[in-house]
């Protein structure tokens, strides 16, 4: 917790478990992969802290996942598509993703539309959680690609494929965390202020 009170970020990555789905108490489908208790410990204490201090958060692939359980969201546990998202780092492009016009995260990637992203998933979000709203979907299957927090002075976004994969060469990949970046420091700056007006 000393740890966590000193991060002025949140960003839960990807892994190769699956959150356990009596979490939102779903029956366990054959397909979906043994959980990570420990994993999930650590990152429902994560998000409360950053909801609790409105800490800027970025959730990547099941850390999607896990936002969206852990805002009493559900998911599918395994998706039916002829589109491979489970197509694996090897694939520099799975798939496309289209996004929301005048979403936060349109914003950032200054696109909407077939906006090129690799995939290793085999889940997805499905109801989507409190305070959170889908702003990506695949458009050939309409899968969730991408959320975002509905708080307009609370960062929170979460994105179904790994732009730290393609961090080095990509350019959306990079404004991704660009605003994360941005969206910390505007929050410590805020701090300070009211700090020092105390």
């Known amino acids: 917790m000393k740890l966590i009170e ?21 029956a366990r489908d054959r ?6 208790p420990a994993r ?12 609790n201090m409105k800490k800027p958060v970025l959730a990547i692939c099941y850390g999607l996942q896990a936002l969206n359980v852990y805002r009493t969201g559900t998911l ?6 002829a589109t491979n998202h ?6 520099a492009v799975a798939h496309t993703v289209a996004v929301e016009d005048g979403s936060k995260l349109a914003g950032i990637l ?11 998933h085999h889940q997805s979000a499905d109801v989507v959680g409190d305070g959170l709203r889908v702003v990506a979907r695949c458009p050939e299957d309409g899968i969730v690609e991408a959320v975002e927090g509905t708080s307009p002075d609370h960062f929170v976004l979460g994105v179904q494929w790994h732009p730290e994969r393609s961090v080095d060469d990509d350019e959306p990949s990079r404004a991704i965390f660009c605003a994360l970046v941005e969206a910390a420091q505007a ?5 300070k202020g009211e700090f020092e007006s105390v």
């Open 6 to 26: 000193r991060c002025d970020a949140v960003v839960l990555p990807g892994s190769k478990a699956d959150i356990d789905p009596a979490k939102y108490e779903a």
């Open 31 to 36: 397909r979906t992969n043994a959980s990570d």
């Open 40 to 51: 999930d410990t650590v990152d429902e204490l994560l998000l409360q802290d950053a909801y």
């Open 76 to 81: 599918v546990q395994h998706i039916e598509s």
């Open 86 to 91: 489970a197509a694996g780092r090897k694939v």
């Open 110 to 120: 200054r696109s909407t539309q077939a906006v090129p992203v690799n995939s290793s």
């Open 187 to 191: 929050r410590h700056e805020r701090l």
